[in-house]
């Protein structure tokens, strides 16, 4: 195929890609985005709750309708958007290979910005090779955007926001849900994510792993254990479960295979998820014509992905030769905007990784965070009139309860990351605020529904939605059933898109108590549990690398004994990272295994050499390009 | 494994029915569907068997990245199933080991 040439190449279509596009054609600049699939919207497609942050990042509005605005509006601004293409390779002479099923594209940008996601980490445990160990992404995918169920019961480990997420959307599919456990001893994700499914049954187990699972053909069970300060299982707290999917959501690895190979400086940074490009304000790489942006260029929320997109469209709108009428007054307007919103999404108790990660990047002092004004307070007890109670318990950098509030009754403020304030004199329990919160953490207590009696509204996103005069078992905050309720009004209204609202009538003792409902009786426990003997299970027989069949023993061997020492070394003695993946599954791993062995930091050991292609082509493409440049 | 028919957020277009063959049986999928989703709506989770230690392996990352879901498809094998869309007639199968070199 003939060379293509462009004056910006954007490679993937997530919201950072969807958003960098669209920011630079906005500006009149010429421009190309590849993406691998054959649907844009990256990760968004499959994100079906509503998103925080604010209404510049779409806050309110489902990921799955974020996806549909932005590809419209790279449409709209004239980018060239070309599915079904994977970026193998940038050249050192600057032009970029990418594979199609009929041939590769040769592109030769002036500027590159690689916007290419992250994957998913794996967790090495006996067995956890097995079909039916997914990731999570691989659930969503699967479920949401496929129709397709995984299975019928599901262990989720991880609970930071995707844990607890997919954990949610995977009982809206009708999907049980084991349990979801946490190495840590903390629940990393928002609490309001945990109160969704804690509130519908679902156990949180903190200092908790998995041993091991076990299966014929595929996952038929899971054993879980408590662990001690040091992640170690503690025997005899070893626990069964029947479960038929285990589910991974344990982090995000940026993807920087590109990078690497484009040689941008690189950088080990925890907080940013592993090795990401060195990078500056503007998202310029030390390589000047490349950019990056989103997840890539360090693991954070998708809000933040499609600012900093905007932010690196912006620079390399403005860095182009060609006068594309960008005036230095609007770019700087523009540019200041975008790093103010970065600047909001990043406060906060959960904006601290990213702003101790960028600044570590930066060589930069962290920035102080400016004070937050209203922190969560315990709600004031109050026994009279109905109005809403906050329960979204930490600095979420969120405001749809604010802006969709008719009657101007809470305020976030200025600084979307301060705790919700009611003024209760306004608040007249519509519960239009109940339907727009992310977190579904609002709810309208009526207290003097009846003299003994308080009416609640609870937001509902599950089927069926119950009709008025229903009976239902209202639950506590846990998930446990402490009384009958009726059902007094249920909502769907449009405007509240896809958020019931349903109206329980309680004792006025459950007011404080009850918190959702369950229409039928609990999903029953599965019985007795078959499980073959598990006894001689050997942590050393877990399988680290998937495509060439490479035990732990295995590579602690070529540690110990042939005194292997960095990635490419186990590579060349074992394989492991020229299998079909090329890596993206073992090599976090194996880093962990040569960081423990050696008693070294992770951070001192770098991934195996990259070259190009970065994903398996077939002989036939490689001649083909070869071909059309002799004829 | 099944088909989600109802959600309280989405909703799944029930395409046009589409027949292949996984292992010389024939198995219905629906359109939209790829060849990983088809063959997981219809309870099959075993893809390939791993090329050393023969274990059974299936999907994992669906977005095309780990390539655990490497099958035959049309004779071709190393194919990543969870990108590649359903097609009527499409012959699928188990992929043993590495794959051999297809000879045209």
């Known amino acids: 195929m003939a060379m293509i040439n462009t004056e910006i190449l954007v490679i993937g279509g997530g919201p950072a890609g969807l958003c960098a596009a669209a920011e630079a054609a906005e500006h009149g600049a010429k421009v190309l985005l590849v993406d691998d699939k054959d649907v844009l919207g990256g990760q968004l497609i499959k994100q079906?709750?509503?998103?925080?942050?604010?209404?510049?990042?779409y806050a309110g509005v489902r990921g799955i309708d974020i996806a549909k605005i932005l590809i419209e509006n790279a449409r709209e601004f004239g980018v060239e958007l070309t599915t079904g293409a994977t970026a193998t390779a940038i050249?050192?002479?600057?032009?970029?290979?990418?594979?199609?099923?009929?041939?590769?594209?040769?592109?030769?940008?002036?500027?590159?910005?690689?916007?290419?996601?992250?994957?998913?980490?794996?967790?090495?445990?006996?067995?956890?090779?097995?079909?039916?160990?997914?990731?999570?992404?691989?659930?969503?995918t699967l479920m949401n955007v496929n129709g397709v169920a995984p299975g019928n019961r599901v262990l989720m480990i991880g609970a930071g926001n995707i844990g607890l997420?997919?954990?949610?959307?995977?009982?809206?599919?009708?999907?049980?849900?084991?349990?979801?456990?946490?190495?840590?001893?903390?629940?990393?994700?928002?609490?309001?994510?945990?109160?969704?499914?804690?509130?519908?049954?679902?156990?949180?187990?903190?200092?908790?792993?998995?041993?091991?699972?076990?299966?014929?053909?595929?996952?038929?069970?899971?054993?879980?254990?408590?662990?001690?300060?040091?992640?170690?299982?503690?025997?005899?707290?070893?626990?069964?479960?029947?479960?038929?999917?285990?589910?991974?959501?344990?982090?995000?690895?940026?993807?920087?295979?590109?990078?690497?190979?484009?040689?941008?400086?690189?950088?080990?940074?925890?907080?940013?998820?592993?090795?990401?490009?060195?990078?500056?304000?503007?998202m310029r790489t030390s390589r000047e014509d490349i950019y990056v942006a989103g997840d890539a260029s360090g693991i954070e929320e998708a809000s933040s992905a499609m600012i900093e997109g905007k932010v690196a469209g912006l620079n390399a709108a403005y860095a182009l030769k060609r006068d594309i009428g960008l005036s230095k007054k609007n770019y700087e307007g523009c540019l200041e905007d975008y790093r103010e919103q970065l600047c909001q999404l990043r406060r906060g108790p959960f904006g601290e990784k990213a702003r101790r990660g960028k600044s570590a990047l930066m060589g930069a002092p962290i920035p102080a965070d400016r004070p937050i004004k209203s922190?969560?307070?315990?709600?004031?007890?109050?026994?009279?009139?109905?109005?809403?109670?906050?329960?979204?318990?930490?600095?979420?950098?969120?405001?749809?309860?604010?802006?969709?509030?008719?009657?101007?009754?809470?305020?976030?403020?200025?600084?979307?990351?301060?705790?919700?304030?009611?003024?209760?004199?306004?608040?007249?329990?519509?519960?239009?605020?109940?339907?727009?919160?992310?977190?579904?953490?609002?709810?309208?207590?009526?207290?003097?529904?009846?003299?003994?009696?308080?009416?609640?509204?609870?937001?509902?996103?599950?089927?069926?939605?119950?009709?008025?005069?229903?009976?239902?078992?209202a639950c506590d905050r846990e998930g446990n059933v402490v009384c009958r309720a009726r059902v007094s009004r249920a909502v769907k209204s449009k405007k509240f898109d896809r958020t019931a609202l349903v109206s329980l009538v309680v004792e006025d003792r459950y007011a404080d108590v009850v918190r959702s409902f369950r229409i039928s009786g609990i999903v029953p426990e599965t019985g007795r549990i078959e499980k073959p003997d598990m006894s001689r299970v050997d942590e050393m027989d877990t399988i680290?690398?998937?495509?060439?069949?490479?035990?732990?023993?295995?590579?602690?061997?070529?540690?110990?004994?042939?005194?292997?020492?960095?990635?490419?070394?186990?590579?060349?003695?074992?394989?492991?990272?020229?299998?079909?993946?090329?890596?993206?599954?073992?090599?976090?791993?194996?880093?962990?295994?040569?960081?423990?062995?050696?008693?070294?930091?992770?951070?001192?050991?770098?991934?195996?050499?990259?070259?190009?292609?970065?994903k398996p082509v077939s002989l036939g493409l490689l001649a083909k390009a070869d071909d059309e440049e002799e004829n | 494994m099944r088909r989600i028919t109802e959600h309280p957020i989405l909703t799944f277009e029930q395409g046009r029915k589409i027949t292949f063959t996984f292992d010389g049986k024939t198995i219905e999928g629906r359109e939209g569907d790829t060849i990983a989703s088809a063959l997981q709506a219809a309870g099959i989770r075993v893809y390939r068997e791993s090329i050393e230690m023969h274990r059974p392996r299936g999907f994992f990352c669906a977005i095309g990245r780990c390539a655990n879901c490497s099958m035959i498809v049309d004779g071709v094998p190393n194919t990543k199933v969870c990108v590649t869309r359903l097609r009527e007639g499409v012959v699928v199968e188990t992929q043993r080991g590495r794959g051999g070199v297809r000879r045209d």
């Open chain 1, 544 to 614: 680290i690398c998937v495509c060439e069949d490479v035990t732990r023993r295995r590579i602690e061997e070529a540690i110990d004994r042939d005194g292997a020492q960095s990635m490419d070394e186990i590579k060349r003695l074992l394989r492991c990272g020229m299998g079909p993946c090329q890596g993206k599954t073992c090599q976090r791993l194996i880093m962990q295994i040569l960081a423990k062995k050696l008693n070294r930091n992770i951070e001192e050991f770098k991934p195996q050499t990259y070259r190009g292609p970065m």
């Open chain 1, 48 to 57: 079906t709750h509503r998103f925080f942050g604010s209404r510049q990042q």
């Open chain 1, 165 to 282: 997420i997919v954990a949610y959307q995977l009982l809206q599919a009708g999907i049980g849900v084991a349990a979801v456990i946490e190495i840590t001893d903390r629940v990393g994700g928002y609490y309001v994510h945990a109160n969704k499914i804690r509130r519908l049954g679902v156990p949180i187990l903190l200092r908790h792993t998995v041993k091991y699972a076990w299966g014929g053909e595929g996952v038929e069970g899971a054993a879980i254990a408590r662990v001690d300060e040091r992640y170690r299982p503690i025997p005899g707290t070893e626990r069964d479960l029947a479960v038929d999917t285990i589910c991974l959501s344990v982090g995000l690895t940026p993807l920087t295979e590109l990078l690497w190979n484009a040689g941008c400086g690189m950088k080990y940074i925890a907080q940013l998820g592993g090795h990401v490009a060195w990078h500056d304000e503007n």
């Open chain 1, 91 to 140: 050249y050192g002479d600057g032009v970029v290979a990418a594979a199609t099923d009929d041939g590769f594209l040769k592109v030769r940008p002036e500027k590159i910005i690689a916007a290419t996601g992250a994957y998913e980490n794996m967790l090495a445990f006996p067995n956890s090779d097995l079909p039916g160990v997914y990731g999570a992404g691989a659930v969503q």
């Open chain 1, 375 to 473: 922190t969560p307070v315990p709600d004031e007890e109050f026994q009279k009139g109905a109005r809403v109670v906050i329960e979204c318990e930490q600095n979420i950098p969120c405001d749809p309860c604010e802006a969709t509030c008719p009657h101007g009754a809470i305020t976030v403020g200025e600084d979307m990351v301060n705790y919700p304030l009611l003024d209760a004199g306004k608040c007249n329990a519509c519960g239009i605020c109940v339907a727009s919160c992310p977190g579904l953490a609002l709810f309208v207590l009526n207290r003097d529904y009846s003299q003994t009696e308080t009416e609640i509204i609870l937001p509902y996103e599950f089927i069926p939605v119950p009709n008025k005069g229903d009976r239902v078992d």
